[in-house]
Every structure is written in structure tokens, then in C-alpha cells.
């Protein structure tokens, strides 16, 4: 029924911007947390960016400033605003919603397919 549908990757040059979408279907925004993951060829998935359930963000330190999460419930879409791009961002963005409390039968974490930023001259 949760499906994510994520968009925006491309390629950009260093010290642009792009804007990632994540659409949302079958769910209600409230009684989730959100999140942006990213991983890099031959590196861990890191989460970078947070959007809770009562509407609070966090950021890992390497993107604050810079990357901005936030959430639509009348378009159904979770966005991330990057600016001022590194080539360090280059990686493959995922969109995650957490339930905030279990459902027997279903699972916690729901993710997009991921969507590919590269950052070069």
C-alpha cells in the first residue's frame, strides 16, 4: 500500500542546487518520520536528514546550511533543497518514512528506489 516515488537527481556543478521530490502514497503524514538517506559507491548508507512526525528537522553536520527537508501534506511530497553543492554529495538519494509505532504485519521502514545526484565540473 506505502509507496514512495522519489525524483530531481541529475547532474550539477559544484556550488549549484537541486531539489529532490519524494511522493508519498498510502500513508498519513503525521504518524511518520521522515527521513533523507544517501550512499556513495563504496560506502554506507548515511542519513542526513530528518523530518519528524510533530515537524521537527535535523541534519548531519556535513550538509547543515545547506540542505533544507520539508514536508507538503497537500501535495504529498517530502522534498529536500540542496544548495551550495560539493562533489562529496555525489551519491544515491533514498527517501525513508518510519512509522512512529509498530503495525503487526507491516514494516517499519518504507523506502523510494533512490534517485542519483553526481556533483562534478
Known amino acids: 500500500q506505502v509507496q514512495l516515488v522519489e525524483s530531481g537527481g541529475g547532474l550539477v556543478q559544484p556550488g549549484g542546487s537541486l531539489r529532490l521530490s519524494c511522493a508519498a502514497l498510502?500513508?498519513?503524514?503525521?504518524?511518520?518520520?521522515w527521513g533523507w538517506y544517501r550512499q556513495a559507491p563504496g560506502k554506507q548508507r548515511e542519513l542526513v536528514a530528518v523530518?519528524?512526525?510533530?515537524?521537527?528537522?535535523n541534519y548531519e553536520d556535513s550538509v547543515k546550511g545547506r540542505f533544507t527537508i520539508s514536508r507538503d501534506n497537500a501535495k504529498n511530497t517530502v522534498t529536500l533543497q540542496m544548495n551550495s553543492l560539493k562533489p562529496e554529495d555525489t551519491a544515491v538519494y533514498y527517501c525513508?518514512?518510519?512509522?512512529?509505532?509498530?503495525?503487526?504485519?507491516?514494516?517499519?521502514?518504507?523506502w523510494g528506489q533512490g534517485t542519483r545526484v553526481t556533483v562534478s565540473s
Open positions: 525513508n518514512a518510519n512509522r512512529r509505532k509498530v503495525v503487526v504485519g507491516l514494516p517499519r521502514d518504507y
Open positions: 498510502g500513508v498519513t503524514f503525521i504518524t511518520y518520520a
Open positions: 523530518f519528524t512526525s510533530s515537524g521537527s528537522t
